[in-house]
């Protein structure tokens, strides 16, 4: 019996060799291949080429940023190029709140490089978590910045800045002024002069990381223009011998405040102004508005006496004066005008018009301002500038206040021949005299060097320069102003005491003392005002008070400059320059006399 033979496997229902062949089934693969490559192709083609510019722009929105480049503002010189404002390099702290506020843990220790507390700090960024961009501190030392920098903190960048330094620093705050954070002005003559300072800051696109870092720099987009430099008229060694006498005087009296404007008579530059109390433009926290405050250009106060020379100016150019006649009578020292009580401090008798400036009779200059056309005075007190701005272009400059002409009483004419009724600022007063000294021409007074203002004729030079000859009797022996004095140069000046208005008329106890002058009196070369707000002690006189500022400022400065002197030792070996100007009465004496109290006009 032979053996069984194996039974087939079981059959699958399917024909052997019918099955894909291995060619067919590349093939598959080879198209399912194609096909996908086909539409990767397809869409690398649709992002790009055809919508290539909307995916830039979205990657351009996550990293590439357009960022400032700061500039820096110009430098502020003074006349002989030394720097009055610089700015230096800064860096500033910023942060992106929602990269710092994942690393939480590391806020103590940012908080602790700042200078600030941690959770202050923490509820900043919180407040903020929106936004991509905000400052930590603005404008630290560059050493201070690298050591936040060197935590290493995600989301804590820098960025340079520009802050301004001011090397003169409380001296020349109230001319400069001084600049936001922005490194913008905002007081003085840095707001002035801001568009030419200021520059034009660039711009750059650069690419970020995720964590705001610069990684590259693409383009630049905008050219970076920094701000132009300015050369002042300012000289800043008569700004410190100016700061120093002035407020040396104000401790040495006790007074409120005071003023000193100094001004090159030829050109009208100023070349000192200062104002006590100051602030330190480089460090504002503390400081008082009333302080930032450039009281010679934006304070206004009565003249008093020192409005006389401008009086007289009035009086010789009418053809009813000269400097020896007539004798105007101001017997008894009192003169009642109008129910008012018009005085001096002494009986002079009769005085030559020079005399009522050598002893600065009030009596005498009233008499004489009502002998004058009023429109005539009116018009000679507007042409020196008072009631005008005098357009020096300091932000905030006052016009002062002179009432039209038309409008004046008669008692109101007479004390205006002494300087009460009308309100002027010290640069004013000074442009007035810097008038006389040039031969009766006017420059508008400037504070940028070598500006080259057109002059302006206001007074005959024949007039101008017998007002000066008068006002150098009033530093002579006998004037009001000795104190004035300086050795080797010839002083020419004014002296004024004026009450202060008050809510009830005039105070019995509180006055403004001023001196106003020219040196050297031969051939003006600089003029000097020196106000001086409510002295309490010792003296209130404008000759006592101020007269002595304005010798010890002048004489540093003629030292300074190198202006020879004029003085041959008349002063001294023979007496006064001029005549005294009395007619019958006492020889004078070196006891310095000033302008009295007046009643309420």
């Known amino acids: 019996m032979s053996p069984r033979r194996p039974l087939p496997p079981p059959s699958s229902g399917r024909r052997r060799g019918t099955g894909p062949s291995p060619r067919k089934r590349m093939m598959l693969v080879a198209g ?3 096909l996908a490559s086909l539409g990767l192709v397809a869409r690398a083609f649709d992002l790009q080429v055809v919508r290539k510019e909307f995916y ?5 929105a996550r990293f590439l940023r357009e960022v400032p480049i700061p500039v820096s503002r110009g430098t502020i010189f003074d006349r002989n190029g030394e720097p009055l404002a610089v700015s230096t390099p800064v860096m500033s702290i910023w942060a992106n709140p929602p990269k710092v506020l994942e690393n939480a843990d590391r806020i103590p220790a940012l908080a602790a490089a700042l200078g600030v507390d941690a959770g202050e700090l923490k509820d900043r960024l919180a407040q903020r978590a929106g ?7 603005r404008q630290m030392p560059p050493e201070a910045a690298q050591a936040v920098l060197d935590l290493d903190i995600p989301g804590v960048n820098s960025q340079r800045e520009y802050r301004r330094y001011y090397p003169s620093g409380e001296v020349t705050a109230h001319v400069l002024g001084f600049t936001n954070i922005d490194d913008h002005g905002q007081e003085g003559l840095e707001l002035a002069f801001d568009d030419w300072l200021s520059g034009q800051p660039g711009a750059k696109r650069v690419i970020r990381d995720r964590m705001g870092r610069v990684v590259e720099d693409v383009e630049q987009v905008r050219e ?5 430099s300015l050369t002042l008229s300012i000289d800043r060694r008569l700004q410190f011998l100016a700061y120093n006498e002035l407020k040396k005087a104000l401790a040495e009296f006790e007074a409120a405040s005071g003023s000193m404007v100094i001004l090159d008579v030829p050109t009208g530059e100023v070349l000192a102004m200062v104002n006590l109390p ?3 433009p480089n460090a504002l926290a503390g400081s008082k508005f009333s302080d930032r405050r450039n009281r010679a250009v934006t304070d206004l106060v009565e003249p008093g006496s020192t409005i006389k020379p401008v009086l007289m100016a009035a009086a010789l150019s ?7 006649s007539p004798l105007i009578d ?7 005008f109008q129910g008012k009580d018009i005085r001096d401090t002494h009986n002079y008798g009769l005085l030559t018009p020079t005399g009522v400036i050598t002893k600065s009779s009030n009596v005498g200059a009233a008499h004489i301002a009502m002998t004058l056309d009023t429109a005539f005075m009116y018009n000679t007190y507007r042409a020196f500038g008072f009631g005008n701005s005098t357009e020096s272009g300091f932000p905030g400059e006052s016009s002062g206040l002179l009432r039209i002409g038309r409008d004046w009483r008669p008692l109101e004419q007479a004390i205006m021949g002494y300087g009460y009724g009308l309100n002027v600022t010290p640069l004013q007063l000074a442009n007035a005299y810097a008038t006389l000294g040039d031969h009766g021409v006017m420059h508008t007074p400037s504070f940028i060097k070598d500006a080259g203002n057109a002059p302006k004729a206001i007074v005959s030079r024949q007039v101008a320069d017998e007002i000066v000859k008068m006002m150098e009797t009033v530093t002579a022996p006998g004037g009001t102003a000795t104190t004035a004095r300086i050795a080797n140069y010839i002083v020419a000046g004014k002296t004024g005491t004026a009450h202060k208005a008050n809510a009830g008329g005039y105070s019995r106890s509180n006055y403004t003392a001023a001196f106003a002058g020219l040196v050297p009196a031969t051939h003006p070369r600089l003029v000097g005002v020196v106000v001086i707000d409510d002295p309490q002690k010792r003296s ?8 002595p500022v304005f010798a010890r400022v002048m004489e540093g400065a003629l030292r300074l400059l190198d202006v020879p002197p004029d003085n041959i030792g008349r002063w001294y070996a023979g007496g006064p320059l001029t005549p005294n100007g009395l007619a019958g009465s006492k020889p004078p004496t070196d006891r310095p006399i000033d302008d009295v109290p007046l009643e309420e006009p």
């Open 278 to 280: 100051t602030y330190n």
């Open 131 to 137: 936004r991509e961009f905000v400052y930590l501190r």
């Open 224 to 228: 970076p223009k920094p701000g132009k």
């Open 540 to 547: 209130y006189y404008g000759g006592t008070v101020s007269a």
């Open 330 to 336: 101001t017997t008894g020292g009192h003169w009642y």
């Open 32 to 34: 399912v291949l194609s």
């Open 318 to 324: 009418s053809g009813k004066y000269t400097p020896t």
């Open 56 to 60: 830039q722009e979205q990657a351009d």
